[in-house]
């Protein structure tokens, strides 16, 4: 019940929108129809010029079969322009529409996970504001793949509901015409997401990272959160409450090179700046108790307690972008230039060569996901779109949404953490998504 009024909701929503939309473009409508009429003519310019080839090809007279075959030619090329330009008007309305539509969803998203760890902790305005601009580039990106899947499904599923499709067959126009558009679109729709991905995406991740650090180091107590465990290089902390400066309790267990495991408990603990270099934050302990313990022997152990203890945090056990660039921070072409690097130093391990392999392919498979969504959409709508296509294609487009989006992470996961191979893990799912869009063509050719 709750999904079938979500999709209500929805689908009312964008609906209403295509309306208002449809309505602001209405002028876009009545040049359709008027060139519409003109067709009528061209039908019967056609006979006269086809008329007039078939003479030329009787008398044997090449310059008449030439003159009616140009302006044969010159007919088919204008009515088929008409038809290009009104179905790019279409999908571009609808894939605006879907693109508000995700680009409030991810928005949204954006902001509450900002809320849990900055709003909160009464950052200044001014700082998030920046933090959610440096954001978009991404929210964007992300957006204009699923905008393309969704809208141009219930494009094309309202076109074929409206018999438009049966339309532009019966005028002698192919399937092949109508994919040439909707594949173009999804093309352009790629290259503009591939824009915003691969330069306006690092220079915002860049930007962040380094505002996001400018408060930590100003308020430290945003890193640490309540009844929260915090992983960093070779230490785990296990926080209790947080109120403002203070920790109720806190538990640190620290491995170090020689393999002795140290383990810090206090109970109360005071949050400060530091203003060493390199240190983020001072954890200032009270009645701490270290516990050392030597894993190779362990009946061996050392305790010592302590009215006061001054814990140093430093910076690059936190923000670990502070030892140099990450991949998610490069350009394309400057992550191509590090792997080949990489790979002729053979100074990285195999998990961090294959992150920077995964993060390049990422640059280029989720951006034209656009142009694999829409060689989906053409054949899915045309054949699940004759009754309420623009429903169906709702449908279809948010469930269809939804496995690409867990495939994509599913692909992150196994790459980064299992070292599997970053382009089959970022491009398998275009690459399902294609095969599937050709065989339903296939499909749809045959009938």
């Not at 090329?77 to 969803?105: D, G, H, P, Q, T």
């Not at 438009?164 to 790629?190: C, D, P, T």
Request: glycine share 6%; hydrophobic share 45%; charged share 20%.
């Amino acid at each position: 019940m709750l999904a079938k009024k979500f999709f209500e909701f929805v689908y009312n929503k964008i609906d209403s929108a295509v309306v208002f939309a449809r309505k602001q473009f209405a002028f876009s409508f009545l040049f359709f129809k008027r060139k519409f009429k003109k067709l009528k003519h061209f039908e019967f310019q056609r006979k006269i010029y086809t008329a007039g080839f078939s003479i030329g090809r009787k008398t044997d007279c090449v310059k008449m079969q030439a003159f009616f075959a140009k302006n044969i030619f010159k007919l088919n090329s204008v009515k088929s322009n008409i038809l290009v330009r009104y179905i790019a008007k279409e999908l571009l309305l609808y894939f605006l529409i879907c693109f508000v539509f995700f680009f409030v969803v991810f928005f949204v998203n954006q902001i509450l996970l900002l809320a849990e760890t900055i709003l909160k902790k009464r950052v200044p305005i001014n700082s998030v504001l920046k933090l959610i601009l440096y954001c978009l580039p991404n929210v964007i990106s992300q957006s204009a793949p699923f905008a393309t899947l969704v809208g141009f499904l219930m494009c094309l599923g309202r076109l074929v509901t409206d018999n438009e499709i049966l339309i532009f067959r019966a005028s002698g126009q192919r399937y092949s015409l109508i994919l040439k558009s909707v594949l173009a679109m999804g093309l352009l729709i790629s290259v503009f997401s591939f824009i915003m991905n691969d330069y306006f995406l690092p220079i915002g991740t860049l930007k962040y990272n380094r505002l996001f650090k400018q408060i930590i180091v100003s308020n430290p107590a945003i890193e640490l959160e309540s009844k929260s465990i915090k992983r960093m290089n070779d230490s785990t902390l296990v926080i209790g409450n947080v109120s403002k400066n203070n920790v109720s309790d806190i538990v640190l267990f620290d491995s170090e090179k020689d393999g002795v495991q140290r383990i810090i408990m206090a109970g109360n603990s005071d949050v400060k700046k530091s203003s060493t270099p390199g240190v983020i934050m001072q954890l200032d302990m009270n009645s701490p108790i270290v516990l050392s313990l030597d894993k190779s022997k362990t009946e061996n152990y050392e305790s010592i307690s302590a009215e006061k203890l001054r814990l140093n945090i430093f910076e690059d056990s936190i923000i670990s972008s502070s030892n140099g660039t990450s991949p998610r921070e490069m350009t394309s072409w400057d992550l191509i230039k590090r792997i080949k690097k990489m790979k002729q130093e053979n100074s990285s391990t195999k998990k961090r060569l294959n992150t920077f392999i995964l993060e390049c392919n990422k640059k280029f498979s989720v951006p034209f996901g656009s142009f694999f969504f829409a060689l989906l959409a053409f054949p899915l709508a045309l054949i699940f779109g004759k009754k309420d296509g623009q429903t169906l294609g709702l449908i279809f487009g948010i469930i269809l949404s939804v496995l690409y989006w867990s495939a994509t992470i599913i692909g992150q996961m196994f790459g980064i953490r299992g070292g599997y191979n970053g382009f089959w893990m970022m491009w398998t799912p275009n690459f399902v998504i294609g095969i599937l869009g050709i065989i339903l063509y296939i499909r749809l050719k045959k009938k």
